[in-house]
């Protein structure tokens, strides 16, 4: 039966082990992902301290020029986007997350034109995200609403209702998860198959396909993320807002 | 014409699970095209609230797209993980 040998097999999208090791007889891998996630971090790490010392370095009274304007308009508009979902009052708490998750997942998204296998392309990256999120949610649930606001949110319609009340709140972080991590694998899986496929005549035009699956997807995705996160942290706050 | 195993059966079979797994790409796909098509005749009633309109019918295009990614989700683990035929 080996003669027919499918025309997929050396499609290759797949995480890939590069190192083992043992923590208390468990086997452990250092993957791809783990490499792709510290590329990106140290992309962003240098990113940070250049414009930390140009903006030391820039006068108060002088017109800002180059990347530090270009900073200035990225924050600005950070901001804009962060106080027009959750109001004036609670985005200071909040600007700070919103842009640290959304400067990750955007380069970790477009990492892809870099060569490497994109970090969100891995469960266990967009996982950890949404658990940060689910916590986050609660926490400010508990701070605003207080106990008495938390149980009468879970017995909304009727009593009766609450279990289903927990199980939808427990979803959230899975739908939020499984939406970044699906739509990245794809765009992902469509390219190792063009690239494997059609291997031959991919000279030029996957170009506008990055062009898509990468930039336009990926910060499609980013957007969105950030937005569920912050529409659902708005409405754990309350009506207080 | 050899006999075809019962690992052989079983990986047609996956693939022709992941076909009708990604039929669920019919929903999403109806549903994004009725929320840009009512975002177009809301930014033709009101064109100054063009960027609010975006960026709402984004969000919900993508709450949408949910439902056809699991599908997604499934024919890719049927065709490359293949966790039935092990």
Known sequence: MGSYTLAATNVDFMIHGLFQYEVFGQKLWITTTHVSVLIVML???IFGLVVK???SKVRPEDNPTGLVSACEILVEKLDDMVISSMGEKHYRKFVNYIGTIFAFILLSNIS???GLRPPTADYGVTFPLAIITFCLIHFNQFKYQKVKGVIAGLCDPWPIWAPINIISDFAV???LSLRLFANVLSGTAIMALIYALLSKFAIIWPAALHF???LFSGAIQT????ML???YIT????EEN | MNQVTGVELIKACSAIGAGLAVIAGIGPGVGQGIAAGFAASAVGRNPGAQGAIRSTMLLGQAVAETTGLYGLLVAILLMFVQPLAR
Request: glycine residues 8%; hydrophobic residues 55%; charged residues 10%.
């Open chain 1, 43 to 45: 992309i962003l790490l």
């Open chain 1, 53 to 55: 010392i140009k903006v």
């Open chain 1, 112 to 114: 892809g034109l870099l």
């Open chain 1, 173 to 175: 972080p899975v739908s």
């Open chain 1, 212 to 214: 898509y699956f990468d």
């Open chain 1, 223 to 226: 957007y969105v993320f950030c």
């Open chain 1, 229 to 231: 996160t912050m529409t």
């Open chain 1, 235 to 238: 409405s754990a706050i309350g």
